[in-house]
């Protein structure tokens, strides 16, 4: 095993869970901002002028690939822990 690999590894899918995550939150406020200036007031009455419903599946697919962000950037720093690990117990055992 290769140890500068798995670190390697580990590095990537974290930056890769980084990059998915911010564009995840992205969409998300992106979904927000326009859902928020599809209302307008008038004459003190909230009318909407769009249904709601419109962006659902849209931050439903956001709020998912977030999560899932979130499950690679875990599973990426475990990865990156059991390297760290496996290099100690390799130097303990060389000394």
């Not at 990059?19 to 995840?24: G, K, L, R």
């Not at 209302?39 to 697919?61: G, R």
Request: charged share 25%.
């Amino acid at each position: 095993m290769n140890i500068q690999s798995a670190f390697n590894s580990g590095v990537e899918g974290f930056q890769k869970a980084t990059e998915s995550a911010t564009q995840a939150a992205s969409d998300i406020a992106h979904i927000a901002h326009d859902h928020a200036a599809e209302f307008h007031v008038d004459d003190n009455d909230v009318t909407d002028e769009k249904s709601a419903s419109d962006d659902t599946p849209n931050l439903n697919q956001s709020l998912v690939e977030l999560k899932v962000a979130e499950h690679q950037a875990k599973a990426s720093a475990h990865v990156i822990k059991t390297a760290d690990e496996a290099l100690g117990t390799l130097l303990d055992v060389s000394i």
